[in-house]
């Protein structure tokens, strides 16, 4: 159980281009998903929280008219990455959390590269 | 502020030897605590949490962790390792329960045959 899926896998996209990721609770509701962006050899830096049907709240620093988020589903949430630039190449990792758990569970991860 | 460190950024044990990943919080309340492990091309994965109660949490795949509030410490172990744990280690703390979760640096554990 618990599991979390994330579409596509990797992408690669030229500069001025929006790409879209999805995160999908596949055996269970999600009332809140996380997003994360993870540089190389580094650690998970939490970048928005959204609850279903709620905008999302993002961390200090994070541009929200850049990285979009919408949870319009109890199983589906999306980040948008638009006008992506080469800096925004990174690995981007999202999590679910159920209403009557305490604990995230994470998707394998997205591998962002814009050239 | 919040914060989780990992001493070590690279472990290497041989087969077979136990192991121990340390971790450190830096909480002002009663922390959750977790570790994940993570796998070159697969999600994180959790381990164990620790909320509260025996301080000595039981997780999958033969991990144990011990919670010392006097240490802010989380300590991961396992007593004999096998080729398949070699991955990245997490350990994060859970703030507003596990609503954000704030994680360490990472230790990349190695396994030698």
């Known amino acids: 159980g618990a599991v979390v899926s994330q579409h596509p896998s990797r992408v690669i996209c030229k500069s001025g281009t929006s790409v879209k990721i999805e995160c999908r609770s596949l055996d269970f509701q999600a009332t809140t998903m996380f997003w994360y962006r993870q540089f190389p050899k580094q650690s998970l830096m939490l970048m928005a929280t959204s609850n279903e049907g709620s905008k999302a709240t993002y961390e200090q620093g994070v541009e929200k008219d850049k990285f979009l988020i919408n949870h319009a589903s109890l199983t589906l949430s999306t980040l948008t990455v638009t006008s992506a630039h080469p800096e925004d190449s990174s690995f981007y990792i999202c999590s679910a959390q159920g209403g009557s758990t305490d604990t995230q569970y994470f998707g394998p991860g997205t591998r962002l590269t814009v050239l | 502020a919040q914060s989780v460190t990992q001493p070590d950024i690279h472990i290497t044990v041989s087969e077979g030897a136990s192991l121990e990943l340390r971790c450190n919080y830096s909480y002002g309340a009663t922390p959750y605590l977790f570790w994940y492990v993570q796998s070159p091309g697969q999600g994180l994965q959790l381990l164990l949490k620790y909320f509260s109660g025996d301080t000595l949490v039981q997780g999958i795949k033969g991990f144990e962790a011990e919670f010392k509030r006097s240490q802010s410490s989380f300590n991961l172990r396992k007593p004999s390792v096998h080729w398949s744990d070699a991955a990245e280690y997490f350990c994060?703390?859970?703030?507003?329960?596990?609503?954000?979760?704030?994680f360490g640096q990472g230790t990349r554990l190695t396994i030698n045959p």
């Open positions: 994060a703390v859970g703030l507003y329960g596990a609503q954000k979760l704030v």
